[in-house]
């Protein structure tokens, strides 16, 4: 099970931070990454980075420069922080585990995040 | 543009079949990656319905199927009903990206 948490409001310029919280398993499975997945207002689904619990970490290229996905072993969870954010940014944000890498499942709730503009 | 090309809708009636392309390339289908598929209704999380090509997770109808062949994937919803009315979207690896990629996702409505 993954929960989400994190502000659902942030203003142009700043950084969108959000945390997914692993539940019911540990973060550091041998077989599990761990992403994050959005989906902008009337558009389709986007990667944008998957991380791995030994730090590890793969990014969208078109997202490369400004996002970190980051694992906390202590906490079970996993951060995700884009940096210089747009209203470009506004969407619904998901985090997702994905085994080896491959599919997304299981998936967090989803939160929607809305940078003015 | 969708690294992965999907046809932006498909509908059928209740009890017909309907499929979904999902096109790609030699750097993702075809390499060959894996394609899986999700079904996502509105306000809900994705749901994972096909994974590594043709296998169903527990509790998915065996109404979904998928497939791949070449750079080219498709996803077939036989016995269609009303609850299939959704977004479904194929997802691969690519490796020229270093990464999952989605397509642009298909609504399937249920006439």
């Known amino acids: 099970h993954l929960m989400q948490s994190g502000p659902r409001l942030v203003k142009p310029s700043e950084t969108l931070s959000l945390i997914c919280t692993v539940s019911?398993?540990?973060?550091?499975?041998?077989?599990?990454?761990w992403g994050w997945v959005r989906q902008p207002p009337g558009k389709g689904l986007e990667w944008i980075g998957t991380?791995?619990?030994?730090?590890?970490?793969y990014y969208n290229p078109s997202l490369n420069s400004r996002v970190t996905i980051s694992v906390d072993t202590s906490r079970n969870d996993f951060s995700l922080n884009l940096r210089s954010v747009t209203a470009a940014d506004t969407a619904v944000y998901y985090c997702?585990?994905?085994?080896?890498?491959?599919?997304?499942?299981?998936w967090g709730q989803g939160s929607l995040v809305t940078v003015p503009s | 543009q969708s690294v992965l090309t999907q046809p932006p809708s498909v509908s059928g009636a209740p009890g017909q079949r309907v499929t979904i392309s999902c096109s790609g390339s030699?750097?993702?289908?075809?390499?060959?990656?894996?394609v899986h598929w999700y079904q996502h209704l509105p306000g809900t999380a994705p749901k994972l319905l096909i994974y590594?090509?043709?296998n169903r997770p527990s509790g998915v109808p065996d109404r979904f199927s998928g497939s791949r062949s070449g750079t080219s994937a498709s996803l077939a919803i036989s016995g269609l009903q009303a609850e299939d009315e959704a977004d479904y979207y194929c997802?691969?690896?690519?490796?020229?990206?270093?990464?999952?990629?989605f397509g642009g996702g298909t609504k399937v409505t249920v006439l």
């Open positions: 997702a585990g994905s085994m080896n890498f491959n599919w997304f499942d299981p």
């Open positions: 019911g398993g540990s973060i550091s499975s041998s077989s599990y990454y």
């Open positions: 030699n750097s993702n289908i075809g390499a060959p990656y894996d």
């Open positions: 991380v791995f619990h030994d730090g590890s970490s």
């Open positions: 997802q691969s690896y690519d490796s020229g990206l270093s990464g999952s990629v």
């Open positions: 590594d090509n043709n």
